[in-house]
């Protein structure tokens, strides 16, 4: 049985254009009751990762948050609430709310704030890496949980969609010791496989009009994608955005982990995309809807090849490195660090300097900085390890 992710094609964030083009993603999905049911109390959970403005594309825009609320509520959805746990340590929700223009769309249909700021462990026995979750309590609170993602880069897991986007149900203060726990990109996606699978969110919107590539999550580039991509399979739903952009799914450590847990699936015979105008395949949509230029780390690293230059290791491994004519000492890549002893320090006018032998490669310090003067540094003969 094929797996279906529904395209919409949208170059506008024009909301009426955007509430038909919600509302037909849906219908081709097989219409809002298929996933949730008018009794439930529904939880929305948009990317706010930080205070930002909607054009920067770090957030998901507020006329897609707003055209599923609008939809719920015209179908009858009574129950409603919406929340994330931004990364930015310096950031409360309702702040990143109220800066992303979340909360002002939100308040138009009447959609409450759930507490995205307490917590509590939720034991998680049959996780494959993770046994157990600090998940906010308005999480918990939930019968079911509508992920609204938006579509961008990410420094260590190369994009974040569907499965990287419920990192958000886990307190802010708890994402730094996941980060510590799991601290390579393949051992964090399959946390994040067991985090989906724990939560079992009903339905995943992805904001695409407007993409981020480049040093995301918060320092990239805007770029038009013109598109929505909806699923109930959040691993099928990151493998068409990553096909979109010319990129391999198995390159995507968080779609091999979900298809690994049997969260979703990422080969292209099992995934069909279903657009206004008929049926597509992955190749098809790519050819139709992508962006060959897309910018993304592309580079596999063979890790034989390296075992053979252990000496250079050192200078070869990617890193976070600091332009210092950016920086502003504001310390909060330090507060961000994950390390307990902190592999970066910065702060009391002392700008950024990194310890690399503490540093685990998380790259929450590029993700948190507010002024977009950090980025992860890949040396040139790294080139020669990738087999692109």
Known sequence: MKHIVALIPLNTYEQPLVDAAVRQGV???GGLRQFVNPEEKIVLKP???ARALPQKAITTHPAVFQAVCRLLREEGFQHLSYGDSPGNPTTTPDRAAEGAGIAEAAARYGVEKADFTSGSVVPFPQGRTAKSFYLCKGVQDADALINVCKMKTHALERITGAVKNLYGCVTGVN????HAAYPNSDVFADMLADLSLCIRPRLHIMDGVVAMEGNGPTSGTPVNMNVLLLSADPVALDAVFATLIHL????VPTCVSGAKAALGVMDASSIEVVTPEGSLTLQEAQARYGKADFDVFRGVIKKGFLFNFMPLLPFLQHRPRVDHQKCVACGVCEEACPVPEKAV??????KARYDYKKCIRCYCCQEMCPVKAIEVYRHPLTKLLSGK
């Open 175 to 178: 994402k730094a010791t996941g």
């Open 47 to 49: 990317n706010l990762l």
């Open 248 to 251: 391999d799914p198995a390159a």
């Open 27 to 29: 219908e081709l999905l």
């Open 345 to 350: 320090h910065s702060g009391h006018g002392h």
